[in-house]
Nanobody, 112 residues
């Protein structure tokens, strides 16, 4: 069964850090680009960061300089290191494969 499984969400104070991980089942990682999206209550899902199979990364302006996306092709894993977190980063974070698969999401809550 094709799966994307996220982990690493939680509660952190304003200015803190969290690292999200997403592990993909065999067959959907490989040569696909991977991305992290997020959706806050009452808002549309938005792209946070993406990374190509050759590890070229792009970021939303709101997280550029604070978040870092990376991938380990040998482990079928993509990570999102989030530093200097702000309350407005509070959302459910989803892993996405450009082969068309979504994870179930992991909650990130940043308290003031």
């Amino acid at each position: 069964q094709v799966q994307l499984v996220e982990s690493g969400g939680g509660l952190v104070q304003n200015g803190g850090s969290l690292k999200l991980s997403c592990t993909a089942s065999v067959g959907i990682f490989g040569d696909s680009s991977m991305a992290w999206f997020r959706q806050a209550p009452g808002k549309q899902r938005e792209l946070v960061a993406s990374i190509t199979s050759s590890s070229s990364a792009t970021y939303a302006e709101s997280v550029n300089g604070r978040f870092t996306i990376s991938r380990d092709n040998a482990k079928n894993t993509v990570t999102l290191q989030m530093n200097s977190l702000k309350t407005e980063d509070t959302a459910v974070y989803y892993c996405f494969s450009t082969k068309g698969y979504w994870g179930r999401g992991t909650q990130v809550t940043v308290s003031s």
